[in-house]
T-cell receptor
Framework: EAQVTQNPRYLITVTGKKLTVTCSQN?????MSWYRQDPGLGLRQIYY???????DKGDVPEGYKVSRKEKRNFPLILESPSPNQTSLYFC??????????????FGPGTRLTVT | GENVEQHPSTLSVQEGDSAVIKCTYS??????FPWYKQELGKRPQLIID?????GEKKDQRIAVTLNKTAKHFSLHITETQPEDSAVYFC????????????FGKGTMLLVSP
């Protein structure tokens, strides 16, 4: 089954404790992205990756890191989480331009709470 | 960069009524406009999209219209049903290579039986 998976789905942590949210897709997609969703602010892109070892900042990259060592995986790293990073995070992947060039397949989301 | 404005933020309709959600974009080079639906507690999913060389596209009860000159596009849902209740996001992007998909802030649609 074609899918994007994220782990963990829920995480409560404390300020300053490094954490990683994993994302994996099995559709051989080149493009992957991370978004955060906050009430009233919609979906804002944190980072994206066009291919292995190619990443770039989105609209709200501060406080986050990513890496793309393998095509299928795109982990999101919070080196020193702060309460303002409490949010719902979505990973997404998409294929090369096709009839639907940028259809984003979203993961199930990770609800992160930083206290 | 691209900026997408979406209105209204909430929309309540009676079952069977039509619903219209409107978006405007700022970058005249944007040429791909998808709409995503996010049901409560679930992930966003693409429901319809339109390219800038097309003025209107329909898929059963949903349709999208695009006015390139005015830089706005709209989602139309006819004969609404309670299962249409969700948050709807519009977005804008450029076809070719990879460009950021910029989302609007979302519209919560509530369809009352």
């Amino acid at each position: 089954e074609a899918q994007v998976t994220q782990n963990p789905r829920y995480l409560i942590t404390v300020t300053g404790k490094k954490l990683t949210v994993t994302c994996s897709q099995n559709m051989n997609h080149e493009y992957m992205s991370w978004y955060r969703q906050d009430p009233g602010l919609g979906l804002r892109q944190i980072y994206y990756s066009m291919n292995v070892e190619v990443t770039d900042k989105g609209d709200v990259p501060e406080g986050y890191k990513v890496s793309r060592k393998e095509k299928r995986n795109f982990p999101l790293i919070l080196e020193s989480p702060s309460p303002n990073q409490t949010s719902l995070y979505f990973c997404a992947s998409s294929s090369q331009p096709t009839a639907r060039p940028h259809e984003q397949y979203f993961g199930p989301g990770t609800r992160l709470t930083v206290t | 960069g691209e900026n997408v404005e979406q209105h209204p933020s909430t929309l309540s309709v009676q079952e069977g009524d039509s619903a219209v959600i409107k978006c405007t974009y700022s970058d005249s080079a944007s040429n791909y406009f998808p709409w995503y639906k996010q049901e409560l507690g679930k992930r966003p999913q693409l429901i319809i999209d339109i390219r800038s060389n097309v003025g209107e596209k329909k898929d059963q009860r949903i349709a999208v219209t695009l006015n390139k000159t005015a830089k706005h596009f709209s989602l139309h849902i006819t004969e609404t049903q309670p299962e249409d209740s969700a948050v709807y996001f519009c977005a804008a992007s450029k076809i070719g290579g990879y460009s950021t998909l910029t989302f609007g802030k979302g519209t919560m649609l509530l369809v009352s039986p």
